[in-house]
């Protein structure tokens, strides 16, 4: 009976060992997919920041604004300086 007993207790926290470590492996790949996330959602960002940057400079502007909405650059001599 006394060694029953003691098959028992082993037997348990033999279990609880091999859960454990289950655990400790499906944490460790989940913790590693998130890592891959935000390394892709990282480059992702700089992507964006670095064409949010392209698409606001001054000649982007001026491209588009010819090109879509058909404005052009008015020429110096054309401009009228009103005074208050």
Known sequence: MK???WVFILSIFAFGVVMMR???N???RAIG?????VEIKQARNQYLELECARLSGPEE???TAE???????TPPQDIVVLDD
């Open 22 to 24: 289950i655990e400790i």
């Open 67 to 73: 090109k879509k909405l058909h404005l052009r650059r």
């Open 26 to 28: 499906r944490s460790g």
């Open 3 to 5: 060694l029953f007993i």
């Open 61 to 63: 502007v001026f491209t």
């Open 33 to 37: 997919k998130l890592n891959n996330e």
